[in-house]
T-cell receptor, first 110, second 115 residues
Framework: TQLLEQSPQFLSIQEGENLTVYCNSS?????LQWYRQEPGEGPVLLVT?????EVKKLKRLTFQFGDARKDSSLHITAAQPGDTGLYLC??????????FGTGTRLLVSP | SAVISQKPSRDICQRGTSLTIQCQVD?????MFWYRQQPGQSLTLIAT?????????ESGFVIDKFPISRPNLTFSTLTVSNMSPEDSSIYLC????????????FGNGTRLTVT
């Protein structure tokens, strides 16, 4: 069974702070995706990383895929209240399925 | 991209009854999935809805409890049968419009409360 563990589970910070969320597994994934979900809505894709060691930037968000394609990180610079939400990593498993991580709930206070 | 309409958006049901959730997509899609999510927690895949054949269920989920229909490439239903309070959760329909590494698109979910 492929499992993706995220840490921390919950993070409460002040506006302007930096943070990093980690997504770790013992399994190798062909790709890894990060989603953000807000209350009452479905998850929305932020980024897909495919190549080991790949780094992608999306404004203040930086995503990295581990060299061995087993782990990933999400770094947010100067967090804003609009970044508040549930962050989910997801690995591409077999038969077109996505395995979702355990989730990180982020709260950014003004 | 795909626009997914899911209904009902929420319901409160009595134990022992069944609820059918509908998922309508604005375009034909090959892959359609049903997920369950406890509020504030991660997503657990229930099954892959296969067009014209029986759904493929994940470990811990069975057809008698969660029958799924997919009569065509734009529509699917998930039924939660003989409900108990433990079935209280958010149920999400999702689709993939591209290849294996393409993203999933989600409906807004159905929040089910069983009393």
């Amino acid at each position: 069974t492929q499992l993706l563990e995220q840490s921390p589970q919950f993070l409460s910070i002040q506006e302007g702070e930096n943070l990093t969320v980690y997504c770790n597994s013992s399994s190798v994934f062909s790709s890894l995706q990060w989603y953000r979900q807000e209350p009452g809505e479905g998850p929305v894709l932020l980024v897909t990383v495919v190549t080991g060691g790949e780094v992608k930037k999306l404004k203040r968000l930086t995503f990295q895929f581990g060299d061995a394609r087993k782990d990933s990180s999400l770094h947010i610079t100067a967090a804003q209240p609009g970044d508040t939400g549930l962050y989910l990593c997801a690995g591409a498993g077999g038969f077109q399925k996505l395995v979702f991580g355990t989730g990180t709930r982020l709260l950014v206070s003004p | 991209s795909a626009v997914i309409s899911q209904k009902p958006s929420r319901d409160i049901c009595q134990r022992g009854t069944s609820l059918t959730i509908q998922c309508q997509v604005d375009s034909q899609v090959t892959m359609m999935f049903w997920y369950r999510q406890q509020p504030g927690q991660s997503l657990t895949l229930i099954a892959t809805a296969n067009q014209g054949s029986e759904a493929t269920y994940e470990s811990g989920f069975v057809i008698d409890k969660f029958p799924i229909s997919r009569p065509n490439l734009t529509f699917s239903t998930l039924t939660v049968s003989n409900m108990s309070p433990e079935d209280s959760s958010i149920y999400l329909c999702s689709v993939r419009t591209g290849g294996r590494n393409s993203p999933l698109h989600f409906g807004n979910g159905t929040r089910l409360t069983v009393t």
